[in-house]
């Protein structure tokens, strides 16, 4: 069993900044990668970002690449994700997940088994 604890998000205006962080314990993957993805009210789910906690590659859609960054700290098992030039199309429910490794594929791709509870991000204009 793993659990994730996500926290940090809020209510910013857009241009503004946020740092999620997603604590994770329990049964994990030796080798896993980790995600954050988000869902907006009417929406899908959205991957946005994920990383391969072994060698650190990271993964980013489209949507965000320049804006988010995600990163580790092995010590902590914690993942963050830093959101910077923040757009109201980015209010969402935030989500982390932990899965296996990418086995060549990306880690936006792999069916995530352990999923946190979220944090909302809010955007205004």
């Known amino acids: 069993q793993v659990q994730l604890a996500e926290s940090g998000g809020g209510s910013v205006q857009a241009g503004g900044s946020l740092r999620l962080s997603c604590e994770a314990s329990?049964?994990?993957?030796?080798?896993?990668?980790m995600g954050w993805f988000r869902q907006a009210p009417g929406k899908g789910r959205e991957g946005v970002a994920a990383i391969y906690t072994t060698g650190g590659t990271t993964y980013y859609a489209d949507s965000v690449k320049g804006r988010f960054t995600i990163s580790q700290d092995n010590a902590r098992n914690t993942v963050y994700l830093q959101m910077n030039s923040l757009k109201p199309e980015d209010t969402a429910m935030y989500y982390c997940?932990?899965?296996?490794?990418?086995?060549?594929?990306?880690?936006?791709?792999?069916?995530?088994?352990?999923w946190g509870q979220g944090t909302q991000v809010t955007v205004s204009s």
């Open positions: 997940a932990e899965g296996p490794p990418p086995y060549g594929g990306s880690c936006l791709t792999i069916p995530y088994g352990n």
């Open positions: 329990g049964d994990m993957y030796s080798s896993s990668c």
